[in-house]
């Protein structure tokens, strides 16, 4: 099949492109910086907002990976009105089968930046096309870099009562490769990771992982989606789940040596290998980045 990625080059597209490939599949990637093809993926320069670029995109697809997500702070700018442009000329040019990425959660606690995720769901389960929707947890690499963001303060707000499922981006590439493999659902599907664990055990772990030390100083996020998170709203136990901990994401254990070569050469999931490209230049929809509008240059 012919695949179209949104969001190619954020947190989970640099671990899908490569997961469909292996699938056999040919990968047409959007983006909004412009970029020669490579390693047999042909991209495409488009914008969602105004449009310009996802007409030729979405030309002789056989189905969509849309994964471009405004973030956190993006304002709902790609989750709803991008995802309204793209579904208005998918449709125009045949009828691919649509997954989109969404939030475990958004359909219980729409609230914050969930809104927009859910009313990017229902512009997806009404736009006439075939469509899967696969809603996440939180990935290890989107909390790695967060908890990132506080390594130089003294101590570290922690709300203990704080329960986080994280999955690894590696095992969501391969769950959504199989899902476009097997062709349309037509119904929403949760994956997460293999455990729940509060704030405190995540950002223990990671201090240990990361060599600092730092004390945690017990605080209670305010607000309805910290409320709903609580309350396991935010949670799955839909199976199957990812495997890798974040204990043994952040700590691998050590690899056992085999007599087969192969693979005792191919990268885990959580080698440096494997995880999507880091270029602060880069300006592009991804998975967590969020929506920054073009400049003129």
């Keep these: 099949m012919r695949i179209l990625v949104t969001g190619a080059t954020g947190t989970l597209g640099g671990a899908l492109v490569p997961a469909l490939l292996k699938a056999g599949h ?20 488009g914008d969602l907002i105004s449009g310009k670029g996802v007409e030729e995109a979405v030309r002789d697809v056989d189905a969509i990976a849309h994964l471009a997500t405004s973030g956190r702070k993006g304002r ?15 449709r125009q040019a045949g009828r691919p089968h649509v997954l989109f990425t969404s939030m475990v959660g958004a359909d219980r606690a729409a609230h914050g930046y969930l809104r927009h995720k859910l009313e990017a769901e229902r512009l997806v389960t009404e736009c006439g096309l075939d469509w899967t929707i696969l809603r996440l947890t939180p990935f290890h690499q989107w909390l790695h870099h ?15 009562s704080l329960p986080w499922q994280p999955v690894h981006t590696g095992e969501v590439a391969a769950r959504a490769a199989a899902l476009l493999s097997a062709g349309p659902e037509g119904r929403e599907i949760e994956f997460g990771g293999p455990e729940a664990i509060d704030t405190e055990a995540l950002v223990q772990t990671w201090l240990r992982a990361a060599g600092l030390r730092r004390p945690c100083v017990p605080v209670r996020y305010p607000g309805r989606l910290y409320a709903a998170q609580r309350a396991g709203l935010l949670l799955t136990d839909a199976l199957p789940q990812g495997e890798i901990t974040w204990h043994d994401y952040l700590l691998p254990p050590e690899a056992i040596l085999s007599d087969d070569f192969a693979s005792e050469h191919t990268a885990s999931p959580t080698s440096p290998a494997t995880q999507p490209e880091q270029d602060p230049d880069l300006r592009v929809y991804g998975g967590d980045e969020g929506y920054e509008r073009p400049t003129r240059s």
């Design 26 to 45: 040919e990968v047409r990637a959007l983006s909004r910086a412009k970029r020669e093809d490579r390693g047999n993926v042909e991209w495409i320069w």
């Design 76 to 90: 709902g700018a790609v989750d709803v009105p991008g995802t309204r442009t793209l579904l208005l000329l998918a």
């Design 146 to 160: 967060r908890l990132g963001g506080f390594a130089s303060l003294p101590a570290l707000p922690v709300d203990r």
